[in-house]
């Protein structure tokens, strides 16, 4: 159960598009279309924003969107906006009944 | 509108054990997945445990052998007890409602977490 990597950090200007990626393994990302993206403000609970992969709960803007591509899952945040400055977490079922995180992207709006 | 509500967090020695409770409202926990996740302070979040509505439990490695998930269906509760407590299990504990999506792998309802301490 070894967490997914993501990277520290991106950042990207107001309006700008930003990718980040979570990397895992053929057992994990690459082995199941169950990977979801999690939201999170400093002192609040991580907020659901894409889940199956690509599939986005309603609420969610469409300028967020998620793709895989072998063991490598990406959101994608188009249109970047302040109020998206944030962390990122990916997950990812990894098999026998467990469940793993990426370590956490920082996203900056500068 | 759903509510999840963790409590029982607090400072606990090591070794010691301690119970979180995760009262549910507008949802049934005995219909739906559960799941727990920490967060120890200023890291990611972690996975701990996932419960199925027969209620069939499954941890991460981390938490086997140590951690035990209860219900109390008649108060739409559902509990983490935790034994053998170490300095890493500090962290914010969320429950959270599984199941957005194709199984239980995606939670799109969280609590607002209860924090655990572990420290002599």
């Known amino acids: 159960q070894s967490a997914l990597t993501q990277p520290r950090s991106v950042s990207g200007s107001p309006g700008q598009s930003v990718t980040i990626s979570c990397t895992g393994s053929s057992s994990d990302v690459g082995g199941y279309n169950y990977v979801s993206w999690y939201q999170q403000y400093p002192g609040k609970a991580p907020k659901l924003m894409i889940y199956?992969?690509?599939k986005r709960p309603s609420g969610v803007p469409d300028r967020f969107s998620g793709s895989k591509s072998g063991n490598t899952a990406s959101l994608t945040i188009s249109g970047l906006q302040t109020e998206d400055e944030a962390d990122y977490y990916c997950?990812?079922?990894?098999?026998?009944?467990?469940?793993?995180f990426g370590g956490g992207t920082q996203l900056t709006v500068l | 509108e759903v509510q999840l509500v963790e409590t029982g967090g607090g400072l606990i020695q090591p070794g010691g054990s301690l119970r979180l409770s995760c009262a549910a409202s507008?949802?049934?926990?005995?219909?739906?997945?559960m799941t727990w996740v920490r967060q120890a302070p200023g890291k990611g979040l972690e996975w701990v445990s996932v419960?199925?509505?027969?209620?069939?439990?499954y941890y991460a490695d981390s938490a086997k052998g140590r951690f035990t998930v209860s219900r109390d269906i008649s108060k739409n509760t559902v509990f983490l007890q935790m034994n053998s407590l170490r300095g890493e299990d500090t962290a914010l504990y969320y429950c959270?409602?599984?199941?957005?999506?194709?199984?239980?792998?995606?939670?799109?309802?969280w609590g607002q977490g209860t924090l655990v301490t572990v420290s002599s």
């Open positions: 507008g949802l049934t926990v005995s219909s739906n997945y």
């Open positions: 199956d992969v690509t």
């Open positions: 419960t199925y509505s027969d209620g069939t439990t």
């Open positions: 959270a409602r599984a199941g957005r999506g194709s199984g239980w792998y995606s939670s799109d309802y």
């Open positions: 997950s990812s079922y990894a098999g026998s009944y467990t469940l793993v």
